[in-house]
């Protein structure tokens, strides 16, 4: 029996355990149970043996065997290209879409995950061949922290201020504060929006946090997660009822409007704030400034494009 | 063949400032017109805009 065989087996069970505590299924329902689960389970059995292997393979002066992990890399580039076909395909189903950056997201998402789990199996591999099994774990557990960090991104609460303003009309426009949504033509379906209709403002915190919620990917996601969330009061055939996020061109402030089933503002609140800043959205115009105008601390706090209460 | 980003319809209750180049539908009163645009907004996957006091469009977007 092969030496390295107790390091490798330690390597791949690491690998899968980190695959499996990254493998959440939260109210967005993905991966759904049961298949999607043993795709994403499989296919991080497969990163995790490869990363162990390619220890002992490297110990052993096998250099060539290495490519194998630019086999992985093209693999795990196809897990992006599945995934991201499979939410394309199934967004033209949902009654509020994700949209396409919050899909690109999310397959970015499960492409990167398959990297953490090489990179746990291969540092647990090292560590139990050069130390002990408890040096080991504590590797395992480091790396495990590394990868919850890696993949938890930024909330929307963290660049926005959230407020709930009710919505309103003016003749037949729709309006959130002063923010114009949309024209609704109907009497009824104006009535409806009243009973049924929520209104939110974002007021970004600095002029970054404006860029990035200007963005329309960003918007839709935070419609989706907020009509997955709490329910929609919709169906096909009534698009008047589609929920919608517009900005104020004077101040980059967001109106969202919704109808949800279960009208609860502190839940909505609390689900818009937790709604994940996408990678593909976050814009740093202030870092140009920085680098045009040498170091400096502010992060666009003091921006003079950014909203101000009238008050102060 | 899904038609996208179009006016669908108009309805009316002024025959002389009906648009040409699309189904009108020319109604008696705001009522008439009201109801006529809850079934046309269901039936084309519209949403009905206001745009005057005598005209409505349906608007696919």
Known sequence: MSIYIYPVLFGITCGLIARLIMLR???RQYPTYLHGKIIHISLGFIAAVLGAVSVPALIEENITAVTFLTVAASQFREVRNMERNTL???DGFELVSRGDTYIEGIALAFESRNYLVIFTSIVTT???IFTNLYISLGAMVLCIVIARVLMDGGKIKDICEIEYVKP?????GLYIDNIYIMNIGLAKRREDILRYGMGFILKPKNFNAMTTIANLGQRQAILYDIST??????DSGTPALTPLAKRDLKDGRVAIFVLPQHR???RAIEIIGNTPTLENAIRLPSERKKHEEGDSDDNGENDPRLPHDESS | MTMEKMILACLTTNPRKAPAGLAVFYCDSKEEMEQMGAVLEAVLDGIAHAIHEEITIIVRH
Do not use: N, P, V
């Open chain 1, 168 to 172: 309103h009309f003016e003749g037949s």
């Open chain 1, 229 to 234: 969330s709490l329910g929609i009061f919709r």
């Open chain 1, 88 to 90: 394309k395909q199934m």
């Open chain 1, 25 to 27: 299924t939260d109210y």
């Open chain 1, 126 to 128: 090292i560590a139990f």
């Open chain 1, 264 to 266: 609860d503002i502190k």
